[in-house]
């Protein structure tokens, strides 16, 4: 064990409490001692880095980084570790699994055949919709290669499924008349 720091013990005991569990579950969930989680949570010392890698891997996508942080892991592997999982996938990622990329705080720029397979079009309609200016794109030099905001193709997604989603509900008329 370390020695404290000042927001430690409230991330910890906050995890805890999402994860709806006392203090000895929490224990055994880590592999550690009930009287090891008290100390953490009254900030007497702070998990091991493969504790807090634990922690990380229960947390929720909101809280993740944090731990994975306290642990001495660098935002940047991280991103790179999930740009490569994504380049990596025959079959485009779903919309849950895009959503579970922690947001890094880092400017994140991906190619255009990953934006085209994380929003399952061709890679002309992505350079359509750059030029658009529905996605955010620069150009890579006097080629032709764009690299593209990741936070843009997030957004152009959500306003894709935010569309499916209006198209299927019925319509005013159609719900007034019991449809």
Do not use: C
């Not at 592997?77 to 999982?85: D, E, H, K, P, R």
């Not at 955010?136 to 152009?156: C, F, K, L, P, Q």
């Amino acid at each position: 064990m370390t020695k404290r720091s000042d927001e430690a013990p409230a991330e910890i005991k906050a995890l805890r409490d999402s994860l709806g569990l006392n203090q000895e579950q929490f224990a055994q969930a880590l592999e550690v001692s009930k009287t090891a989680v008290s100390a953490w949570e009254r900030g007497l010392y702070e998990p091991s880095p493969a504790t807090y890698l634990k922690m990380g891997n229960l947390a929720s996508r909101n809280d993740v980084l944090w731990f994975w942080e306290r642990a001495g892991l660098d935002r940047k592997v991280i991103l790179s570790a999930a740009g490569n999982l994504l380049r990596g996938n025959d079959v485009p990622p779903t919309a849950e699994q895009i959503a579970r990329v922690p947001e890094l705080g880092v400017p994140v720029e991906i190619t255009i055949s990953t934006a085209a397979r994380i929003l399952r079009i061709s890679q002309d309609a992505v350079v359509r919709l750059i030029t658009s200016g529905k996605l955010i794109g620069r150009r890579a030099g006097s080629t032709a290669h764009y690299w593209i905001s990741y936070g843009s193709v997030i957004d152009e997604l959500a306003r894709n499924v935010a569309e499916r989603e209006s198209a299927l509900r019925p319509s005013s008329k159609d719900r007034a008349k019991g449809k």
